[in-house]
């Protein structure tokens, strides 16, 4: 069982906007800004979007977005394009442990 | 543009020892930034962090497989380890090696591309 909970599947069509939520405690996700993001697309290694809850690597469309409020954090993709289609994983830390979620998966209709 | 590649067994009998090889190029794996990390996912689920080394050789674990584990690192070849003992069905996952920041912060970048491990009789 992971320590973040996310929606096991979101599903938008193209030019849509959708939104993954990532639920933890004060303890980890809710106490600090050590939140990320990773894409998976199938067959392929995990690939950071989002860091520090709100920042993206060079290189990362800006239609990825991230945000926190209390114990949930959310990753937002504005513009769906059909390569956004992948599992989506948050991750924190409590402890000095990292911790991720069980992960989304994207369908774009 | 840093590259790293896991390898070895990729098959193992329960009670065995995991061992895996980390070999990173495109940069120094001896920078003071960053940690170099373990991480696995088993079949359709998230992923789970196992242990991150620093390049001066301290370490730090999850406390899922602190018993079994050890990762270690020679700057001399660029490389890092891990060795999980007495491997169980459990242990079967895709294993990952990535570039783990931790500084004020925690995110791991790059990845390598995974190494399936499976256990069974």
């Known amino acids: 069982q992971s320590a973040l909970t996310q929606p096991a599947s979101v599903s938008g069509s193209p030019g849509q906007s959708i939104t993954i939520s990532c639920t933890g405690t004060?303890?980890?996700?809710?106490?600090?800004?050590?939140v990320s993001w990773y894409q998976q697309r199938p067959g392929k290694a995990p690939k950071l979007i989002i860091y520090e809850v709100t920042n993206r690597p060079s290189g990362v469309s800006d239609r990825f977005s991230g945000s926190k409020s209390g114990n949930t954090a959310s990753l937002s993709i504005s513009g769906l394009q059909a390569e956004d289609a992948a599992d989506y994983f948050c991750?924190?830390?409590?402890?000095?442990?990292?911790?991720f979620g069980g992960g989304t998966r994207l369908t774009v209709l | 543009q840093l590259h790293l590649l896991e390898s070895g067994p990729g098959l193992l009998k329960p009670s065995e020892t995991l061992s895996l090889t980390c070999s990173v190029s495109?940069?120094?794996?001896?920078?003071?930034?960053?940690?170099w990390a373990w991480v696995r996912q088993p079949p359709g689920e998230g992923p789970e962090w196992i242990g991150s080394?620093?390049?001066?050789?301290?370490?730090y674990y999850n406390t899922s497989v602190k018993s079994r584990v050890t990762i270690s690192i020679d700057t001399s070849k660029n490389q890092f380890f891990l060795r999980l003992n007495s491997v169980t069905a459990a242990d079967t996952a895709v294993y990952y090696c990535a570039r783990h920041y931790s500084d004020f912060s925690n995110w791991f970048d790059p990845w390598g591309q995974g190494t399936l491990v499976t256990v069974s009789s």
């Open positions: 080394v620093y390049y001066g050789g301290s370490t």
């Open positions: 991750s924190s830390y409590i402890n000095t442990i990292t911790v």
């Open positions: 004060s303890s980890d996700l809710g106490g600090h800004q050590y």
């Open positions: 495109g940069g120094s794996i001896s920078t003071s930034r960053f940690y």
